[in-house]
């Protein structure tokens, strides 16, 4: 019998040494945690996101119940909630940025994400039997963990990488009642299939993610999650107050409850002499155009999005899909939208250039000048 303990403390002690912290039978699969709508947003706050530098985000942002004014540096298109839209679009987010404010149903579907969000919060941290509590008192780093239920009294930090691996359908929750520290440069690995959609981060105090790492999961934290500059999230942003960005980078999980559309393409005409550019969205896809050039044309023929600001010269824009296009035009040059499609055309024109609207199709055309 002592021969056969020894053997066993051996075994945990080679296992503990190389960093990997394995299942053990009695260890009972988790179920992942239900985000409800909130599984619609990529970056959902209660009271605000701001972003500097030049970031990308790939799904749906949204605030709530603070209004459209907490969503600072997007460059919001409509600037303002013009009694009629319920959403803005950004050439930052290839998705659609959502506040309080704006018209219904939005505000009565944030409330609900919003609760849902606090909902998952409460789901994930009641979780109760954790397979491991204070592990590495703390520091994960240098960690392999498996899928299971963790559990700290205090703060977690991330100084170096560290690797979740699993199975494609495999869950993993953390519980943590402190801060959770991501260093610069320190990378969450997913190995072995693991999904960073089945991921769950339950914090009570602040998440920092530091420069140039590179984060894998859904975070849910009590108070505000921060990135700075550089720093990478696949998966999203559930803060019950701020989110903070830096030139970062934010996208929903590929296989996630929220609708991932594909990547944007992001078109900048330059020069007096930049000559036409016509881009074409034809199937779901989103483009951002941005004009400070001669002219541009865009056509939207199936079920994407077109972003426009035009500051240059002409701009003509042709609708004929189910799609969205917006324009923001300032510049002087003529300015011709045609919508004969069934999607949502909005316009925003405050230059002195000519304007020619034509509207034949069956959806919403705004024109609020």
């Not at 907490?70 to 506040?99: H, K, M």
């Not at 690995?189 to 999961?217: E, H, P, T």
């Not at 000559?275 to 034809?282: E, I």
């Not at 155009?289 to 079920?303: E, K, L, R």
Request: glycine fraction near 12%; charge should be negative.
């Amino acid at each position: 019998m002592k021969r056969k303990i020894c053997s066993i403390l051996l075994t945990l002690v080679l296992v503990l040494s190389f960093g990997l912290i394995s299942a053990v039978p009695a260890m009972a699969a988790q179920g992942p945690v239900d985000l409800g709508s909130a599984g619609s947003f990529v970056i959902l706050a209660e009271s605000g996101i701001t972003t500097t530098g030049t970031t990308s985000i790939v799904g749906d942002i949204g605030v709530s119940p603070i209004t459209y004014a907490a969503i600072t540096g997007f460059s919001l298109i409509p600037v303002v909630p013009d009694g009629t839209n319920t959403f803005s679009t950004s050439v930052l987010v290839t998705g659609r940025v959502y506040a309080a404010d704006y018209t219904e149903p939005t505000p009565t579907n944030l409330g609900i994400a919003v609760l849902d969000m606090q909902a998952a919060y409460t789901d994930a941290a009641g979780r109760t039997l954790p397979d491991f509590t204070e592990l590495g008192a703390g520091d994960i780093s240098g960690l392999t963990l498996v899928p299971g239920l963790y559990k700290w009294s205090s703060c977690v930090t991330i100084p170096t990488d560290v690797t979740l691996s699993g199975g494609p359908d495999d869950v993993w929750i953390f519980q943590i009642a402190g801060t959770l520290t991501v260093s610069n440069d320190a990378h969450v690995i997913l190995s072995g299939g693991a999904q960073a959609k089945n991921i769950f981060w339950q914090v009570a105090d602040v998440v920092a993610l530091g420069s140039a790492s590179v984060f894998n999961g859904n975070i849910l934290a009590k108070t505000n999650i921060t990135m700075t500059d550089g720093a990478t999230l696949n998966g999203r942003a559930l803060a019950q107050t701020a989110v903070t960005l830096i030139a970062n980078t934010i996208t929903a999980p590929t296989t996630g409850v929220a609708p991932v559309q594909p990547p944007a393409s992001n078109i900048t005409v330059s020069g007096t002499n930049a000559g036409d550019v016509a881009p074409v969205v034809t199937g779901g896809g989103f483009i951002n155009v941005v004009n400070n050039g001669n002219h541009v044309a865009a056509t939207q023929t199936g079920t994407g999005t077109i972003n426009i600001v035009n500051n240059g010269g002409g701009l003509t824009a042709t609708n004929t899909g189910n799609g969205v296009m917006t324009i923001n035009s300032t510049a002087t040059g003529f300015v011709t939208v045609t919508n004969t499609g069934n999607g949502l055309v909005n316009v925003t024109a405050t230059g002195s250039a000519p304007i020619t609207l034509t509207h034949t199709g069956d959806d919403d055309f705004t024109y609020p000048n």
